[in-house]
């Protein structure tokens, strides 16, 4: 097990359900209670320094319980290293807790993951859509989302 | 002398539409609103090499009210589509409008939940240039037929267009 994945079980460990290097990238899966604690960890951690989220992401497992996924991928410009953090949510209730207080920079990530997946982020500043327009209903990136549906083009006036 | 039936358009109007004609047909200023790579074979039509300012239609104009022709030239999305029939709107008549590529006259391969299917289901269209991209003798030919329907006093598409 790398460094990152050791320093996180230790603080963690009931809170990590799984952990693996599969590929040289070190992947864990954790629950999502306290994902802001975990994630401020990883931030400040003297030995971590995870300063850089460079993405997070949505998932759909259609079929799956739990259904939703988040997914963060972090890098440390200071260590030169990554991590890879999953969390799993259940479809009749995807909310996790925001990133924003921890990085200011994946504001933007969490509102396309509610744009295309409908998962909220819970104390984001501003969760509204940014890549489809006002008017959309839906989430065009879920697997039950039809894709054959078109909605009505809006006009200039609206 | 021979007199014209009352309501006839008269020698002097007859020709005068024929003189302004022939003045718009080579000052054609179009309006690219280029959203993909079509845009890139827009800026080949304008270059040196297809020079399109034989057909006198290379006086870009960004501002749609100095515009003539809309070129569209690219992907138009549902968000997009508002804005592009609001340039539409603020241009002076008599203005057309060209399609250009597959997916500004049907989506192209982009079927699916982002894209507008064509963008006659937003504004009258008057040519449409097929391919992906289309080369620059595309945009040509397009020139030249908005000149042959101002020859012509052919009825231009937003005088039958209706809003799908």
Redesign the interface.
């Known amino acids: 097990m790398s460094t990152v994945l050791e320093k996180l079980a230790g603080s963690f460990g009931t809170e990590i359900v799984a952990t693996h290097s599969d590929f040289g990238d070190d992947t864990a899966l954790v629950r999502r209670d306290r994902i802001v604690e975990i994630l401020a960890f990883l931030k400040d951690d003297p030995e971590l320094l995870f300063d850089f989220a460079m993405d997070l992401t949505g998932v759909d497992h259609f079929g799956e319980e739990p259904r939703f996924e988040v997914v963060y991928h972090l890098y440390s410009l200071e260590k030169k290293h990554r991590v890879r953090i999953k969390v799993r949510l259940p479809e009749d209730d995807p909310v996790i807790d925001s990133a924003v207080p921890v990085w200011p920079g994946i504001n933007w990530y969490e509102r396309e993951a509610y744009d295309m997946y409908g998962i909220v982020f819970r104390g984001h500043p501003k969760l509204t859509r940014i890549l489809m327009y006002e008017g959309f209903v839906g989430h065009p990136l879920r697997k039950d989302y039809p894709k054959d549906r078109r909605q009505p083009t809006i006009g200039p006036e609206e | 002398m021979k007199h014209q039936r009352d309501g006839a358009p008269g020698y002097a109007l007859s020709t005068l539409d024929a003189l302004v004609a022939w003045g718009r047909r080579y000052s054609l200023f179009p309006l690219t609103f280029a959203t993909a790579c079509c845009g890139i074979e827009v800026m080949g039509a304008l270059g040196t090499h297809y020079d399109i300012s034989r057909f006198g239609a290379e006086v870009v104009r960004f501002s749609p009210r100095q515009a003539d022709v809309l070129l569209v030239a690219g992907t138009v999305n549902?968000?997009m589509?508002?804005?592009l029939?609001?340039i539409y709107?603020q241009m002076l008549e008599p203005k057309w409008v060209i399609s250009m590529g597959a997916c500004a006259c049907s989506g192209g391969f982009y079927n699916?939940?982002?894209v507008?299917?064509g963008i006659d289901?937003?504004m009258p269209v008057d040519v449409y240039i097929p391919g992906c991209p289309p080369n620059p003798e595309g945009i040509i030919d397009a020139v030249v037929q908005i000149q042959k329907i101002i020859e012509t006093g052919a009825p231009r598409a937003a005088e039958r267009w209706t809003k799908r």
């Open positions: 549902y968000k589509a508002p804005v029939r609001r709107d699916n939940y982002t507008l299917q289901k937003i």
